[in-house]
């Protein structure tokens, strides 16, 4: 009926008059399209199906959602749709003339902002009638969306104060009126051009002859569209970066948390890459099957529904970079595919490892001998028979207690800090818990060496350098036992990592670093029990850190200052505004600011003013003058 809205109720069906239902299911949302089927055209003589009014159809439409006939939700919709129509008439010549903003504001009244009506505290709205500004005319808007779209500017002599002007404003004030106003005429005529470059793309060279002339280690790896080649990576949040791009020879292998809703696909295997001589290269790509998802599914969620979605995605990816000086011969990429469905939570692996074309060992470093920032430190236990040795610091999970916290290696030039926490109760005893603590915290460190550089052989103890430890305990210090239940003195709950490194040299211009000393100390603190209103059958939390700090020294001593730079400073050109020894600096050859030629010019000509000017102040100089003018 007109003018009534039926019941609701899940027994209609996908169509309705001339209106169609479509449903489109997707992943974990619907899309519902509405659709008119009838004619929209004004109707001719003698013609039906059509409309006889311009306004063609009014209605009200009731969408509902249902599941299992009970009414989730309910959506209406009001129709209000126009016949289509050709305009046939006279078009009127009468329009609107926009002035030229460069010499006229657009709007002399920004706060008018409602057709045909007053608004309130717009005091130059023209509709606003004397008796309706009288009811705001204390309170109307200021400033440029209050009207003034001229403001008195700062140079104009009306503007003038005596608190904020200086004393010569009187003398180069501006006399002009608002219409010449500086916040006009800011407009720059030229030809605009929108420019449409790519994310992480390189303009491409001019000049004729190949794009590149070699890679340097850290540039990004470029595809033959002339974009960075981009591999999933970790920002520095700790987050999955998906279009991060592969800097040359620099290695990584991140994880990344994802499920079937947010999973996106990487570049295409079939993108070319630059080689770094201009050339492109395909990449070698072996597709592998994962049998075993329990390395790669962390977490499985329950499923309410009998059907569950689940899609082939990608597990792992690994490239391998093989390159030879400032080029890439060769890419292989090893991925792992395999079923994820609705639910489960994904850990993808990324890695990138780059490996010299002239290396027979895979482990051997490419190129540059020393230590890259992010590379793991080496470690080695020489008393043992198995050298291989670690140097780490934790990674907790979970609770973050101790007992389940993982390692995470040390990374070269990257100081971090970490910890976990360790149950105690109110009955520990002092000298078994600092005993505990010391255990927990040397377990970080299986090694008794640390390689100067990466490339460090085992065979070689030159290669290596002894980590210095500093006990928490020695025979000089008083450890104190702690006869107070809860309070425990001298508990060694921080280790100091300090790892000092130099410059030793470069490698195709790269620096080459390496490790000079590495100190493990330990730092103590007093524990105490925490506990509410009652201790008994408690556990209390002790933190325990280790902190790594990478040290730079200059690779060889500064010189020593002499006698004369020591004793008299204000001749130091380093520690003064003034530095004399550098008056005459211009003067030298050492000076590049203008040519040699045009300073000894400049030069002569003071010297020889100052000259005259020594002259002419002699007392003699002016007997002289006195005796010529007699």
Known sequence: ???????????????????????????NTSKVTISLTRNLQLCLPNATDCCTTPLCVVETLQVLACRDSVILAHLLIQAEIYANSSFTGNVSENATVIPNQAFQPLGSCPCDLTAGACDVRCCCDPECTPDLKQLFNESCFTGVFGGDVNPPFDQLCSSWSMEYTPDWFPFLCVQSSLNNTPFLGYFYHGSISIPRVPPFKIPL???????????????????????????????????????????????????????????????PHDVRINSGTGDFIQQNVIYRTVTDTGKFITESESLHTAEV??????????????????????????VFLGSLCEGEILTQRFSANFLSLN???????????????????????????????????????????CASATYTPVLFGLDSF???????????????????????????IQATHIGKRDNSSYSDLNDWVEIIRLD??????????????????????????????????????????????????????????QCGLTCENSVSFLPITASVQFIKVPSQ?????????????????????????????????????????????????LAFLVLLAAIMSNPWFSKLRNSFLV
């Open 1 to 27: 009926d007109v003018g009534k809205l039926q019941l609701a109720n899940c027994s209609g069906s996908k169509r309705a008059g001339d209106w169609n239902l479509n449903v489109t299911p997707g992943m």
């Open 309 to 334: 979605l689940c899609q082939n995605v990608t597990f792992a990816e690994h490239y391998t970079f093989i390159w030879k000086d400032k080029n890439i011969e060769q890419i292989n990429v090893t």
């Open 472 to 529: 928490p305990f020695n025979s000089e210090t008083n450890v104190s036992t702690g006869n107070l239940k809860g309070i425990c003195p001298d508990i060694p709950a921080n280790l100091n990592i300090r790892l000092i490194f130099a410059d030793v040299g470069a490698v195709q211009g790269i620096p080459q670093q390496e490790i000079l000393a590495v100190q493990i100390s330990y730092s103590t603190v007093i524990w105490q029990f």
């Open 418 to 444: 970490s910890g976990c926490m360790l149950e105690v109760g109110i009955n520990e005893d002092c000298s078994l818990l600092r005993g505990n603590v010391t255990e927990k915290l040397n377990s970080l």
């Open 205 to 267: 060279q001019t000049s004729p002859g190949k794009l590149f002339t070699g890679y340097r280690q850290g540039d990004p790896i470029m595809t033959e569209e002339n974009e960075c080649f981009t591999i999933p990576q970790q920002s520095m949040a700790g987050q999955c970066v998906g279009n991060a791009p592969v800097a040359y020879r620099q290695n990584f292998d991140v994880k990344c948390l994802t499920h079937l809703a947010s999973y996106k696909e990487g570049l």
């Open 557 to 605: 001593p500064p010189i020593p200052m002499t006698r004369f730079q020591i004793n008299y400073t204000e001749f130091d050109c380093n520690r003064n505004d003034v530095c004399w020894p550098q008056l005459f600096y211009p003067l030298t050859r050492f000076y590049t600011g203008e040519p040699y030629s045009q300073c000894l010019a400049k030069g002569l000509s």
């Open 359 to 401: 290396s027979t060992n895979a482990a051997e470093l490419f190129g540059n001998p020393g230590y890259q920032v992010g590379k793991s430190v080496k470690a080695a236990n020489m008393n043992a028979s198995d050298t291989s040795g670690n140097l780490n610091i934790w990674q907790p999970a979970g609770r973050g207690l």
